[in-house]
């Protein structure tokens, strides 16, 4: 990962976080949600740039780690930073899988796999509704 830094953490409270966030955006990143698979506004895009997420606008991933996995959701192989996502042991559904979520302020963003492309072998499954992105 790339270089680090420290990471301000926003908190807001969950009434400003619904007055701030769509119903989905809201269910994805405040309640753990996913959105269906192959439905996000982002997984098709291919435009250079930065993704950033959609709570608080800290930067999350660029589009030159981002590759196609086939998946359904956006994926990535390297975060824009080391403090910039943190991840957390996930044991719901039945299934032992690795979340990973905002440094910034706490939103799910999706989970990690080790089963991405080198150089990392990572393969950061992300929801679209947690993303914004910025056109480079």
Known sequence: MAETTKTEKIQKTE??????????????MREKGTERAFTGALLNNHDNGIYHCAACDAPLF?????????????????PVSADAIEAHEDNEHG???IEVTCARCGAHLGHVFPDGPK???MRYCINSASLGFNKQ
Not at 15 to 28: D, G, I, M, N, S
Not at 62 to 78: A, C, I, R
Request: charged share 25%; no cysteine.
């Open 95 to 97: 299934m032992r899988r």
């Open 62 to 78: 660029t589009s030159d780690k981002k590759f196609e996995s086939g998946s359904g959701w956006p994926s990535f192989w390297l």
């Open 119 to 121: 150089p990392t072998g």
């Open 15 to 28: 009434a400003e976080w619904r007055e701030l966030l769509t119903p989905e955006q809201f269910h994805v």
